[in-house]
């Protein structure tokens, strides 16, 4: 009926919503994680970050050497797990890893052989025993406490500022735009030419090129590694800059190509015979007429080269090999922290929010661009 959706039209914009939401949603979770602490997260999902959060924080009494008073025949070791700190609501408590909420707070907890220790709900606690049990280390306590939400800078004052990352970390930054600019722009330059002469130029075989162009949207970037690689050493640019830029504009040719041509061909014939009868050049035409009206195809592929260059490893690993790490890229060094800071999910979450913050602004940038540049040519 007039004036009503079509069950195809709400299962295209369900479906749709579906793709947002589950973009957005991973997104907003690693930028929420990069800004609380290590006990928060590995306590509660991003989703409760608002919530107050209850978690086992290990804790230690006071150096009996230093601390103990005696009473009669016993030792006493008296003080405050939070230490001037701001108090948290304890729930419960153990003295072993194995039984960490075994007492409610001020029970007292029988340790053996008489000795004990009672921790309070404002965090006061009296260790009691003999000479040779409050002696050693402190007493580990573990308190199940309720935190309230916290939030923090210091994960990423610490990715950007402290010696010990902000280096390796700004220079992957930019060895990545090193890499991804020229990866961008040497591929639309070279396939602007290409698509204008596919697209309006008659000379034999062009059918069969056109033909090639969409097999090889087909050919797996893996397919060709191995030989690249071993052209590229042969000829001495295997390990730098050069070859990874060259690798990049093979892979990314077939696809913007054929995406520009498909533009270029729906666009008016009359203004190209136009310009011809007006004396214009096929170079003058491309530069001064093709070009300007080929800007959302020119977007819409630059938007799909700079994702791909900037969230690549493969290619970076193939054909940028270097030891020292001065060639190393925002991808490599999120790995690398993999390996060297694994437990420490805050700081992955933050190099990692780091590292899609260009490609989210380039792609909102230009976004506009990118149905216009994928949908042309393809109605008639």
Known sequence: MAGQKSTLTWAV??????????????????LVSSFRTGDQIGTS??????????QVV??????PDDARV???????????????????????YGTSSRAVGAFEPGEVSEMGEGETLVLNPDGSYVWTGTDDQISGRGQRIFA??????????????????????????????????????PATIIPILIAAFAAYALAWMDFPGRALLVAAVVALLVVPLQLALIPLLKLHNEIGIGKGYLGVWLAHTGFGMPLAIYLLRNYMVGLPRD?????????????QIFTK????????????????????TWNDLLVALVFLIDSSGQ?????????ELLGTRGGDWEILATAAFISIVVPLVVFFAMQRYLVRGILAGSVK
Do not use: C
């Not at 914009?13 to 690693?30: D, M």
């Not at 290990?58 to 150096?63: C, G, M």
């Not at 060639?327 to 790995?335: A, D, L, Y």
């Open 327 to 335: 060639t190393t890229v925002m991808t490599r060094q999120i790995v």
């Open 13 to 30: 914009h369900i479906s749709v919503a579906f793709l947002v939401l589950l973009w957005v949603f991973p997104t907003v979770g690693l």
């Open 144 to 181: 199940t406490v309720t935190s309230p939400p916290e939030f923090t800078t210091a994960n990423y004052e610490f990715m950007l500022l402290d010696e010990r990352n902000s280096e390796g970390m700004t220079r992957a930054f930019f060895n990545t735009l090193t890499v991804v600019i």
């Open 289 to 308: 007429i093709i070009l300007p009206l080929s800007f959302p195809a020119l977007a819409s592929f630059a938007i799909f080269q700079f994702l791909w």
């Open 45 to 54: 999902g991003w989703w409760a970050a608002l919530l107050p959060q209850e």
């Open 58 to 63: 290990q804790f230690r009494t006071l150096d």
């Open 271 to 283: 203004i190209i015979e136009n310009a011809k009868v007006d004396g214009a050049t096929d170079f």
């Open 70 to 92: 005696p009473v009669g025949d016993l030792f006493v070791v008296e003080g405050d797990i939070f230490e001037g700190g701001e108090p948290l609501d304890i729930a419960a």
